[in-house]
């Protein structure tokens, strides 16, 4: 996603609106392999002309990810947006935690891929799930639980279930 900055490049506090749809950000293109993107990434912000050759982008992004669920290994979406605060300049340096505190960026464009990309990254849950209770896959036959019952491992009965199975067993009488 790129932010042209041509009309406030020469104007101190000069400030930009910015309304965009990038269908075109490919999250692997970038070392990121473990989500994709399942709708456009859309951004609404602005920049800043800071001065001294600084622009600050601020603004929210929201698009949807395809993640692979971590139990039953069903892909599912998963709905994610959040607010980015960076500052650009023709060189990048750092503050004293290491950090990035200036982004680098040159000509009249500012290239958002990269910082976009890494905040959806944070955003992810360490552990997807399609949904809170995912039954997940038989760990003997591999059958999807949400979706189908096997006949493994009947011992291990999960304890909200115990009451379910004395009632088939009495049924059975
Ligand atoms: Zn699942
Ligand atoms: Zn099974």
């Not at 300049?89 to 750092?94: C, R």
């Not at 999807?144 to 009495?170: G, M, T, V």
Request: net charge negative; charged share 25%.
């Amino acid at each position: 996603m790129r932010l042209s900055i041509t009309k406030i490049k020469q104007q101190p506090s000069a400030v930009q609106q910015y309304q965009l749809v990038d269908d075109q950000l490919d999250p692997t293109a970038y070392g990121y392999t473990d989500f994709r993107l399942s709708e456009p990434v859309s951004f609404t912000g602005r920049v800043i002309n800071n001065g001294d050759g600084l622009f600050e982008v601020c603004g929210s992004y929201q698009t949807k990810l395809q993640l692979i669920c971590s139990r039953c290994l069903s892909p599912f979406e998963l709905p994610v947006a959040g607010e980015i605060t960076a500052l650009y300049g023709s060189s990048p340096h750092e503050d004293a935690d290491g950090e990035l505190a200036v982004h680098s960026f040159s000509g009249d464009n500012i290239e958002l891929d990269e910082l976009l990309l890494s905040e959806i990254s944070f955003a992810l849950p360490m552990q997807p799930l399609c949904k809170e209770d995912c039954r997940g896959l038989c760990p003997e036959c591999g059958t999807d639980l949400n979706h189908d019952a096997c006949s493994c491992a009947k011992e291990q009965i999960d304890p909200r279930w115990e009451k379910l199975a004395y009632f088939k067993f009495n049924g059975d009488e």
